[in-house]
Every structure is written in structure tokens, then in C-alpha cells.
């Protein structure tokens, strides 16, 4: 006697279709979370960046004033740069608050920096080195997330800049 096998139809069973399921959702979930988290790097970075070179702005700019003990960044600012910077690009004011001058500097002025709707902290500082010698110290800093705030305790990170002058 011979037993008759029952054929199954071709085809994915139910647990086939259950697995490559949660095979493709752990692979979308993956890539979106890399995605996620390269797209916060790229905006630290370009904090960080912005953070800098507005300490180099300031810096230079500070170093090529007639009276450095006299430098004002949002007047400069305000007369020199007008013409380039339209009023949502570029914006500084002076501001009771900002980071702390490093130890033995005197402190020029603090400034709030506003660039395409962040905002950062600067503080100018100098110290006479040596007869002759001045170091000129900008401090800038800013908070993580890139928001418009208009208080300097949210600021979470930092950036320093000294240049030297002589007399």
C-alpha cells in the first residue's frame, strides 16, 4: 500500500512572512536612527563652526581697533558690516551677561551674538603680557541645541580664542 503525501501549495508560510518582517523593520529602524544621529553631529558641527569663527570675527576685528581699551564689537559692527550682512544674518548687542573671562584678564564688554536665529554669548577680555605685549581674549559660548534664547544660563558649551597685540 502506498501512503499519498499531501502536497502543500508553493509559497512562504506564516512564520517565513513574520520573520523577514521584523528583519526589514530592525533594518529601517537602524537606518533611521544613523540618520538621526548624523544629522545632530552635522548641526553641533556647524555650531561649533559659527561659534568659532565669530570668536575669530571679533578677535580680528578687536586687534585691528586704533584703542583696543575702547573697542565697542556693536558699534563696529553696526557701521562696518552693514552693507553685508543683512539684519537676519548677523546682529550683535551688548548684553549684562556672558562667559566668564579667564583668570587675570580685565573685562572689556559682553556681547549677544545672533546668526540665522542662534544665539551666542561672547565676552572680550584682555591682559597686558609684558611692556608692549597685550593678549586679547574672546570667549563665546552657546547652547547645544542651536536655540534663540535670551539668556546666557542656557549656553552648555564654550569656545576661547586669545591673539596677541603689541603696543
Same mark, same amino acid.
Not at 34 to 49: E, I, T, V, W
Not at 153 to 163: E, I, V
Given at each position: 500500500?502506498?501512503?499519498? /503525501?499531501? +502536497?502543500?501549495?508553493?509559497?512562504?508560510?506564516?512564520?517565513?512572512?513574520?520573520?523577514?518582517?521584523?528583519? %526589514?523593520?530592525?533594518?529601517?529602524?537602524?537606518?533611521?536612527?544613523? /540618520?538621526?544621529?548624523?544629522?545632530?553631529?552635522?548641526?553641533?558641527?556647524?555650531?561649533?563652526?559659527?561659534?568659532?569663527?565669530?570668536?575669530?570675527?571679533?578677535?580680528?576685528?578687536? /586687534?585691528?581697533?586704533?584703542?583696543?581699551?575702547?573697542?565697542?564689537?556693536?558699534?563696529?559692527?553696526?557701521?562696518?558690516?552693514?552693507?553685508?550682512?543683512?539684519?537676519?544674518?548677523?546682529?550683535?548687542?551688548?548684553?549684562?551677561?556672558?562667559?566668564?573671562?579667564?583668570?587675570?584678564?580685565?573685562? %572689556?564688554?559682553?556681547? +549677544?551674538?545672533?546668526?540665522?536665529?542662534?544665539?551666542?554669548?561672547?565676552?572680550?577680555?584682555?591682559?597686558?603680557?609684558?611692556?608692549?605685549?597685550?593678549?586679547?581674549?574672546?570667549?563665546?559660548?552657546?547652547?547645544?541645541?542651536?536655540?534663540?534664547?535670551?539668556?546666557?544660563?542656557?549656553?552648555? +558649551?564654550?569656545?576661547?580664542?586669545?591673539?596677541?597685540?603689541?603696543?
Amino acid at each position: 500500500m502506498t501512503v499519498k /503525501r499531501r +502536497k502543500y501549495p508553493a509559497g512562504l508560510t506564516f512564520i517565513e512572512i513574520i520573520i523577514a518582517t521584523v528583519v %526589514l523593520v530592525i533594518a529601517v529602524l537602524g537606518t533611521s536612527a544613523f /540618520r538621526y544621529s548624523a544629522a545632530l553631529s552635522a548641526r553641533k558641527a556647524d555650531l561649533q563652526a559659527t561659534a568659532s569663527r565669530a570668536a575669530l570675527l571679533l578677535c580680528e576685528s578687536w /586687534r585691528g581697533a586704533s584703542e583696543p581699551n575702547t573697542f565697542d564689537a556693536a558699534a563696529y559692527f553696526d557701521a562696518s558690516l552693514a552693507a553685508h550682512f543683512s539684519e537676519s544674518d548677523l546682529n550683535i548687542v551688548n548684553t549684562e551677561q556672558g562667559p566668564y573671562p579667564p583668570d587675570g584678564f580685565t573685562l %572689556l564688554d559682553h556681547y +549677544k551674538i545672533s546668526v540665522d536665529g542662534v544665539s551666542y554669548w561672547a565676552t572680550l577680555s584682555w591682559n597686558d603680557v609684558s611692556p608692549g605685549l597685550r593678549a586679547l581674549n574672546v570667549a563665546v559660548a552657546w547652547d547645544r541645541r542651536g536655540s534663540v534664547a535670551d539668556y546666557f544660563g542656557d549656553a552648555d +558649551k564654550s569656545f576661547k580664542l586669545t591673539t596677541y597685540v603689541a603696543d
